[in-house]
């Protein structure tokens, strides 16, 4: 069975400093998703990582994939109040498709 | 255009009442799906449509049933649902070929079972 461990479950940081959220497994995926959640509404996707290393950014948001595609990191700098929420990490099973998530990390920003 | 419907947004139902929550997509994507979400909790997995067929039934209870009428839509019918029942119903799609896997989520539907 595969598993994706995200950790901090829970973040509460001032507005402005940095913070980082992990996602480990122990299983290879074909792809890793991350989402960000807002109460009430549906996860939006953020970006995909697909090639081991590789490294994305999104404005103040990077994102990294782990070399052996077992793991992935999101890092902000200089965090906003907009940035609070919920941020789901996800895993894609190649042979079917289906999205492994992690337990979440809810962050919330505090001006 | 990334854009994934659902309604109704919100919805409140008795244990013997039936009801239908409805999901759209227009992105040409081939699979949907149904999830499940509780407050702060990842989505779980109900249900996956490959190219309009059931292909994937992560043994969710009768009480709950799916059904794809076409490629752009996706139906997920109640009855008799329980009050553990009361949550986040979510409909996401995805492309089937390629690698990403990449799943575009709806708004989702506020369920409550009363």
């Known amino acids: 069975t595969q598993l994706l461990e995200q950790s901090p479950q829970f973040l509460s940081i001032q507005e402005g400093e940095n913070l980082t959220v992990y996602c480990n497994s122990s299983?290879?995926?074909?792809?890793l998703q991350w989402y960000r959640q807002e109460p009430g509404e549906g996860p939006v996707l953020l970006v995909t990582?697909?090639?081991?290393?590789e490294v994305k950014k999104l404005k103040r948001l990077t994102f990294q994939f782990g070399d052996a595609r077992k793991d992935s990191s999101l890092h902000i700098t200089a965090a906003q109040p907009g940035d609070t929420g919920l941020y789901l990490c996800a895993g894609a099973d190649g042979n079917t498709g289906k999205l492994i998530f992690g337990q979440g990390t809810t962050l919330q920003v505090k001006p | 255009d990334t854009e994934v419907t659902q309604t109704p947004k919100h919805l409140v139902m008795g244990m013997t009442n039936k009801k239908s929550l409805k999901c759209e997509q227009h992105m040409g994507h081939r699979a949907m799906y149904w999830y499940k979400q509780k407050a702060k909790k990842p989505p779980e997995l109900m249900f996956v449509?490959?190219?309009?067929?059931?292909?994937i039934n992560e043994s969710v209870p009768s009480r709950f049933s799916p059904e794809c009428p076409n490629s752009s839509l996706l139906n997920l019918h109640l009855h008799a649902l329980q009050p553990e029942d009361s949550a986040l119903y979510l409909c996401?799609?995805?492309?089937?070929?390629?690698?990403?896997?990449?799943?575009?989520f709806g708004p989702g539907t506020r369920l409550t079972v009363t």
């Open positions: 449509y490959s190219y309009e067929k059931l292909s």
């Open positions: 990582v697909v090639t081991g290393g």
């Open positions: 996401a799609s995805s492309q089937i070929q390629g690698y990403s896997y990449e799943q575009y």
């Open positions: 299983s290879v995926f074909s792809s």
